[in-house]
């Protein structure tokens, strides 16, 4: 199968610390290259990849300052892919709403998959572009754009000998918190938390330019060096390291987040997760087994004293289970034999290499 996977170019696939839309990106694209298809992986030039890449730009676009309008090597982008569509067999968006109007005017099949949220600004988009082919990363995100044509839900992946396993958490023990720092991933809620119940915190993230300001009001005050602690943007070892050192991972979000990859880095690793009831944490957290969801801060902070008893190994193996970059591409792979197959059966045929594998 010849398949184009499109990244966004904010930042590199996969990237050298957070990103998780470009790390789930990268994972899919060198599993389909290892299972014989034929992978175009369209991304920043310093992207690393079993894939052919092809670029607009030479680097991740957050790391040029150069750089003042970033829509448009989006365009660019998008130009380069619909010049070159009919050489593939399927196209894959991971770029949100900006590929729909250019997806529309293809011939070969493309499928979005929806790694963010929908905003009041977004939806008018949606809602014209409803019947073009999406992939859900949890069924709650389904249920806030429900008119939308789903072809399954597909749930990320990681691969597990990335995180290795840390039986016991380190001593002194700590909450870790990895996340941006916005009011949406709840770094203001972790440290309410600290607080509350008197644990050391080590938090770790991005701050991006729109988050500056709630950074340097809201966060940056109460970081002492001391029982609450910032360390910055992490690489993926440094994050491994926090994470699975860690007694819990607190996970206090505000909006309906559509995955939380954090949660199964975190539980990977051994570390269970405390999380609040938002979105798709239901679906990633096994309650009472993996970690707690729950539905306020002060449940958030009652829960760790029973957080602390669950077994690492259990919260390990549960993620194996259900969230293997083997099981994730398993279910890319039936989503793009579906919409194949239902273009062959509107037209009558498609190219000879698409069932193939």
């Not at 010849?2 to 966004?8: D, L």
Request: aromatic share 8%; glycine share 6%.
């Amino acid at each position: 199968m010849r398949v184009a996977q499109v990244s966004p170019l904010w930042e590199r696939v996969p990237p050298p610390g957070y990103g998780g839309i470009e790390l789930v990106v990268g994972h899919l694209t060198d599993e389909l290259v290892r299972r014989g298809h034929d992978v175009t992986l369209f991304a920043s030039g310093d992207s690393q990849t079993l894939a052919r890449l092809e670029s607009v730009t030479p680097q991740a676009l957050r790391l040029n300052p150069a750089v003042k309008e970033p829509a448009a090597y989006d365009l660019l982008q998008l130009s380069r892919i619909m010049a070159q569509a009919e050489a593939f067999d399927i196209i894959h968006f991971h770029t949100g709403f900006t590929a729909l109007p250019f997806a529309e005017m293809a011939k070969t099949p493309a499928v979005h998959t929806l790694h963010g949220g929908f905003t009041e600004d977004n939806r008018p988009l949606f809602t014209q572009y409803c019947n073009q082919a999406y992939i859900s990363i949890s069924d709650a995100q389904r249920k806030l754009e429900p008119q939308l044509n789903y072809v399954r839900t597909v749930y990320n992946g990681i691969n597990p000998d990335d995180y290795p396993f840390h039986a016991q958490p380190q001593d002194p023990p700590y909450l870790a918190f990895l996340g941006r720092m916005s009011p949406e991933k709840g770094p203001q809620h972790a440290i309410a938390i600290a607080k509350q119940t008197g644990w050391r915190l080590k938090m770790a993230g991005k701050v991006d330019v729109v988050d500056r300001e709630f950074y340097e009001q809201e966060i940056a005050p109460q970081i002492d060096g001391e029982q609450i602690q910032y360390l910055g943007e992490l690489t993926h070892e440094q994050k491994v390291e926090l994470l699975g050192n860690a007694t819990v991972t607190l996970f206090p979000i505000t909006w309906s987040e559509p995955f939380g990859l954090v949660m199964i880095e975190s539980m990977c690793a051994g570390t269970p997760v405390i999380a609040m009831n938002l979105g798709s944490v239901s679906e990633v957290i096994a309650h009472g087994k993996s970690g707690f969801v729950c539905n306020s801060v002060e449940e958030m902070s009652a829960a760790i004293p029973a957080a602390i008893e669950l077994n690492r190994q259990q919260c390990h193996d549960f993620v194996v289970q259900h969230f293997s970059v083997t099981q994730m591409v398993d279910s890319y792979e039936a989503a793009y034999h579906k919409i194949l197959n239902e273009q062959m059966s509107r037209n009558g045929h498609v190219h000879a290499p698409v069932l193939s594998l």
